[in-house]
C-alpha cells in the first residue's frame, strides 16, 4: 500500500532554515510528481509545491518562492523540502502527497514552529 | 481563481448532506473533494467531479455544472464529522492548484 512519511519538522527562530523529508513506499516512486501541501493552525489548506517525475518541472506558491526549494531522490524514494528565511507565518503543518493535479494519498505531516 | 466555500453544514444522521463549491464556470473544470478530520490529514473523497477512489463509500457523491461543484454525503454517519475542502487544477493560470476554505460538517 502506499505510504509517505514525513520528517524533519521541529522548532525554529524567525530566519532560520529547515529541511523537511518524505520517504515514499508502495509504489513507483520516479513515476509520479510529488507536491507539499501546508496547513497553518486552525486554518485551510494551501499547496505550496510541486516536483516533476524527473525534477524538470518545478511550481512554487509566491508565498514561498524565493525562499523553499523541492527536490526529490528517486533512487531513495524520497522527497525534499528546503526551507531558508523561515518566517513566523509559516508555522503549520507540512504534509507531503502524491500528485500534481490532485493529490491522491498524503502523508501524515510533519509540524514546523517558527517562534523565536 | 478563486473557490467559495461555506464555512459550516450540519446534517442529520440518516438524511444528506450537501457541500458546495462556487468558482466562476467551474463546471469546466475537475473538482477534486478532501476529508480531513480533526488531528489527522486529508483523505481523497472524490476527484474528477464524481469519482471515488477505492475504499470511499457509496455514500460520497459529486457533481458539477455551470458554477457549482457539490459533494452529496448521503445517510450521513458521525464518523462523517469533518472538514472538507474542494481543490482544482486550473492550467490557464501562474497558481493553477486552488483549494476552496473548506467546509466543517457538524452532524447533528
Known amino acids: 500500500q502506499v505510504q509517505l512519511v514525513e520528517s524533519g519538522g521541529g522548532l525554529v527562530k524567525p530566519g532560520g532554515s529547515l529541511r523537511l523529508s518524505c520517504g515514499a513506499s508502495?509504489?513507483?516512486?520516479?513515476?509520479?510528481?510529488m507536491t507539499w501541501i501546508r496547513q497553518s493552525p486552525g486554518k485551510g489548506l494551501e499547496w505550496l509545491s510541486y516536483?516533476?517525475?524527473?525534477?524538470?518541472?518545478?511550481y512554487y506558491a509566491d508565498s514561498v518562492k524565493g525562499r523553499f526549494t523541492v527536490s526529490r531522490d528517486n533512487a531513495k524514494n524520497s522527497l525534499y523540502l528546503h526551507m531558508n528565511g523561515l518566517r513566523v507565518e509559516d508555522t503549520a503543518a507540512y504534509y507531503c502527497?502524491?500528485?500534481?493535479?490532485?493529490?491522491?494519498?498524503w502523508g501524515q505531516g510533519t509540524l514546523v514552529t517558527v517562534s523565536s | 481563481y478563486v473557490l467559495t466555500q461555506t464555512p459550516s453544514v450540519s446534517g442529520a444522521p440518516g438524511k444528506t448532506a450537501r457541500i458546495t463549491c462556487g468558482g466562476n464556470?467551474?463546471?469546466?473544470?475537475?473538482v477534486h473533494w478532501y476529508q480531513q478530520k480533526p488531528g489527522q490529514a486529508p483523505v481523497l473523497v472524490v476527484y474528477?467531479?464524481?469519482d471515488r477512489p477505492s475504499g470511499i463509500p457509496e455514500r460520497f457523491s459529486g457533481s458539477n455544472s455551470g458554477n457549482t461543484a457539490t459533494l452529496t454525503i448521503s445517510r450521513v454517519e458521525a464518523g462523517d464529522e469533518a472538514d472538507y475542502y474542494c481543490?482544482?487544477?486550473?492550467?490557464?493560470?501562474?497558481?493553477?492548484?486552488?483549494f476552496g476554505g473548506g467546509t466543517k460538517l457538524t452532524v447533528l
Open positions: 502527497a502524491r500528485g500534481q493535479q490532485l493529490a491522491d494519498y
Open positions: 508502495g509504489f513507483i516512486f520516479s513515476d509520479y510528481y
Open positions: 516536483i516533476s517525475p524527473s525534477g524538470t518541472v518545478i
Open positions: 464556470n467551474i463546471g469546466s473544470k475537475n
Open positions: 474528477d467531479d464524481s
Open positions: 481543490q482544482v487544477w486550473d492550467s490557464t493560470s501562474d497558481h493553477p492548484v486552488v
